[in-house]
């Protein structure tokens, strides 16, 4: 079916909202269920799509499928308790989930964290950044029909930096490392070695990534002008993180709010003019370039020095009542922790602002009128984890 | 089922002529091209696709081919936690699945719900109601422990006969080949379990009691 053939009546604005069956629309309406056992829906997510043809009319997500309760245990646990849970929140990068809860419960108790802490915590950070960019980089590849090589060409170099977790911490994807004030284990003897070379493969792995795959037409067809996400609907929608960033929206955490030390680096924010799938896919390149920077600075200056804050009560740790919302800038985007102390051990209330989850929420508007092939490729852009999205 | 002597399949073997019997012919064909359900829960699922890249390189398994389709596939690896929500279509996935078929639990959280077992959401372990074959601690496990899951899988279909008491489970006219789908109760799943394929462990507590000295 052509898509000139489309009388007025089923275009997507007027579509929406009503039912498939007792539409305007004398054409057939398909209903679809995409998940939640689906190769590309990066997990249990399910959609819900009404298609006309190959057109998306209306695009409904289902989630849940992993709603793992963690914020109601994370009540019933002691503060430390929850930092365990909080490294299965965004599977891919448990490090940066450790760090924003690390900073509320800082805020919420006063807690100061020494300079070297803070350094080791930007280097884990954004090593983490790295290979979640490189991971959706070559998952986003796979969505396309690139099957297997730029996967496994991501994934290589997911398991370098996977090591240096694993030599770091005692485990490649649960890391339970931040402590609050500080680090819980400081860096194994030629650790700073190893990272340097991990690091100095990282540009050659993206220029061969450019080269072979950025620059393609197919890719560039397939990607350019898909899932468009304009700046004014980015904003009210609150999107942030690299998606917000590939629409135009100059809002990274780390420059806004500083929080840590990253006011003592310099580096870029990359910033998209077309908010498509092709711009979603680039900045995430351009970010994985700016944070090696960030790694070289934060290597070079490391300090010497206590990796926790000496003076914190780790035993029968009770913050006075009160409030606090610490975030952070997560690969995927604002990742922050609202927690209301009653002061007692645990929690009174704890909260995850989830980057997945709120980044998903535009996602009918994003396939709307587009093909089904390209739901899974906007999909795909979005960059969700479901253990974030339904915790 | 009378064997070939091992020692005239070597002497024929040198002379070119190789023999074999049909069981393990059968076993062979089965055991080296396990394709997996491309299926993945949560964390778990990473450790899984880790294990299919270029690292760790499960294809010298024969098992680098996952399916999207259930129809297709003959091993589902449970990779994750398995919500209340999310297992009636892990049974019915499994249920799609051709025979022979095997379950590879995958994790603590597929084993029993792991560290959220607590949560009012979490169902505490798939082998409620489905069979599983090899449980894998770990949370989530390394690549190296899926790895040593398949081999175990692979020894374990390996020694199966195509007669007997130790035959696959579909040449048994006796044992079922669906599992009942949990439906969505008022407050928990209906049933809570199959109790077909998983009872709660009877504690057997010592009429005598224990004295402490560990001895009963």
Known sequence: MSTAAFPAAVLPTQQIGSEPTSGPSTEQLLELSMGPQHPSTHGVFRMNVVLDGERVVRLKPVFGYLHRNHEKIAESETYLGSMPYTDRLDYICPLTNNWAYA??????AGIQVPERAEYLRVIVGELTRLQNHACLVGFLMQDMGCSGTPLMYAFRQREMVLDLFEALTGARMMCNYMRFGGCRVDLPAGWLDQTKKVLQQFPRFLDEFERLL???????????GIGVLS??????????????????????IRKVDRYGIYDRFAFRVPLGSHGDVYDRLMIRVLEMRESLGILDQAMRDLPAGP??????KIRGFRPKPGEAYGRIEAPKGELGFYLISDGSPNPYRYRVRPPSLINLTVLEDLCLGHNVADIVIILGSVDIVLGEVDR | MKRVDETLKSELGRQGIFT???????????????????FGLACCAIEMIATTMARYDLARFGAEVFRPSPRQADLMIVAGTVTKK??????????????????????????????FKQGYNVLKGIDRYIPVDVYIPGCPPRPEAL?????????????????????????????????AVPQFGAHDLQPAKNPAVWNAPLVQISQTGNDGSGKN
């Open chain 2, 20 to 38: 074999t019997t049909l069981q393990d012919l059968y076993n062979w064909g089965r055991t080296s091209s396990l394709w997996p359900l491309n």
């Open chain 1, 307 to 312: 990796i926790v804050d000496p003076k914190t």
């Open chain 2, 86 to 115: 999310m297992a009636p279509q892990v049974v019915r996935l499994y249920n799609q699945m051709p025979e022979p078929k095997y379950v590879i639990s995958m994790g603590a959280c597929a084993i029993s719900g792991g560290p």
């Open chain 1, 103 to 108: 900073l509320a419960v800082e805020k919420l």
């Open chain 2, 147 to 179: 790895i040593e899951a398949f081999m175990a899988l692979q020894k374990r279909i390996d020694a199966q006969q195509l007669t007997g008491t130790n035959r696959p489970r579909h040449l048994n006219a006796d044992e079922p080949s669906e599992f």
């Open chain 1, 214 to 224: 950025i620059g393609n037409e197919i890719l560039m067809g397939r990607t350019q």
């Open chain 1, 231 to 252: 700046k004014e609907l980015a904003v009210s929608a609150g999107i942030s993180g690299p998606m917000a960033r590939a629409s135009g929206v100059d809002y990274d």
